[in-house]
């Protein structure tokens, strides 16, 4: 799977102006949350992103606020980008583009 790497300026535009268009997750552990996040952001820890990803649709957007499809833009996001990555995989191991 390829994965587009995005830059700050890209995740401050879409926080601005398309907040809704994108989910934004942040896979990081509570504690790290904790110190602070991105507002827009959900969190999703990257031990659970498999059974969230894995929940049915509707269950997702009761819970996430977010209508979630299998070619929705997802950005995935921790402190160096490993934990990210691994995120990117899992869903596409789930079938999302």
Not at 83 to 94: G, T, W
């Amino acid at each position: 799977m390829k994965v587009k790497i995005v830059d700050y300026l890209f995740i401050k535009r879409i926080i601005n102006d398309n907040a809704k268009k994108y989910l934004l997750v942040d896979v990081r552990t509570k504690n790290e949350v904790l110190q602070g996040c991105i507002k827009t952001s959900i969190h999703i820890p990257l031990h659970q992103i498999h059974s969230e990803f894995s929940i049915p649709t509707s269950g997702f957007a009761t819970k996430y606020n977010f209508d979630l499809r299998k070619n929705s833009p997802l950005i995935f996001y921790c402190q160096a980008g490993v934990r990210s990555q691994k995120a990117a995989e899992i869903v596409s191991s789930l079938g999302f583009t």
